[in-house]
């Protein structure tokens, strides 16, 4: 599966930004998809996760609350809605594909480009 994301942009502390990802390829609802994030000098971290239909949804303890991930398996695409964003948020954001619920980066075999998110103070 390929994955493209988008959506990254320039935005002040407390403003919002809906990333998106869009797959193509392989049957998308069979995958979990995930948020990633990585920050420069630093690994990359676990975002979100959501499982094929959305019953299943984690979050990293430093974004619960304020980010929203979702998916539309008619439009091939996961979403990762960003509100009350804080200039820590700043990093390269990342979408992956994988067959687990999981905020370890190994069992996603898929990973999109990555797209920037700033967040001025």
């Known amino acids: 599966v390929q994955l493209q994301a988008s959506g990254g942009g320039l935005v002040q502390a407390g403003g919002s930004l809906r990333l998106s990802c869009g797959a193509s390829?392989?049957?998308?609802?069979?995958?979990?998809m995930g948020w990633f994030r990585q920050a420069p000098g630093k690994e990359r971290d676990f975002v979100a996760a959501?499982?094929?239909?959305?019953?299943?949804?984690r979050y990293a303890v430093s974004v619960k609350g304020r980010f929203t991930i979702s998916r539309d398996n008619a439009k091939n695409t996961v979403y990762l809605q960003m509100n009350s964003l804080k200039p820590e948020d700043t990093a390269v954001y990342y979408c992956?594909?994988?067959?687990?619920?999981?905020?370890?980066?190994?069992?996603?075999?898929?990973w999109g480009q990555g797209t920037q998110v700033t967040v001025s103070s």
């Open positions: 959501i499982n094929w239909n959305g019953s299943t949804l």
């Open positions: 992956a594909a994988g067959r687990v619920v999981t905020n370890t980066p190994g069992p996603y075999g898929y």
């Open positions: 390829g392989r049957a998308f609802s069979n995958y979990v």
